[in-house]
């Protein structure tokens, strides 16, 4: 990963996620926004994300905003108790683990409201 002058690790992995993939980012305090606008403050633009050194984290403001949807799984096992094959769908799209060990599968936004 290329480094944006020595900037803190989440406005680097920000700065990424806007430039290589076009995300909208936002700060975020653990899981919430900072303000109240939440995505709608949304930005890809490096000048606005290289200021954001205080965030605790930062999030993708998912559907239109960064053209992503996001399928949030939080319990693998009761896919596969439902005969859903969690492995074909990971390997068909850009997957995540989550620190409470479930998974984000991202997919092109639908254009459904999220």
């Not at 949304?42 to 905003?65: L, S």
Request: charged fraction near 20%.
């Amino acid at each position: 990963m290329r480094q944006f002058h020595d900037q803190p690790p989440n406005v680097e992995a920000a700065l990424q996620y806007a430039g290589r993939r076009g995300w909208a980012v936002v700060p975020m305090h653990e899981k919430r926004f900072y303000t109240r606008d939440g995505v709608r403050i949304a930005t890809r633009d490096p000048n606005i994300i290289k200021q954001w050194g205080w965030a605790e984290n930062v999030g993708m403001a998912c559907g239109e905003p960064s053209r992503t949807d996001v399928f949030d799984i939080d319990d693998a096992e009761a896919f596969a108790a439902a005969g859903i094959n969690l492995d074909t769908l990971v390997s068909s799209t850009l997957a995540a683990t989550t620190p409470s060990g479930g998974l984000h599968l991202f997919f092109e936004f639908a254009g459904l409201r999220s």
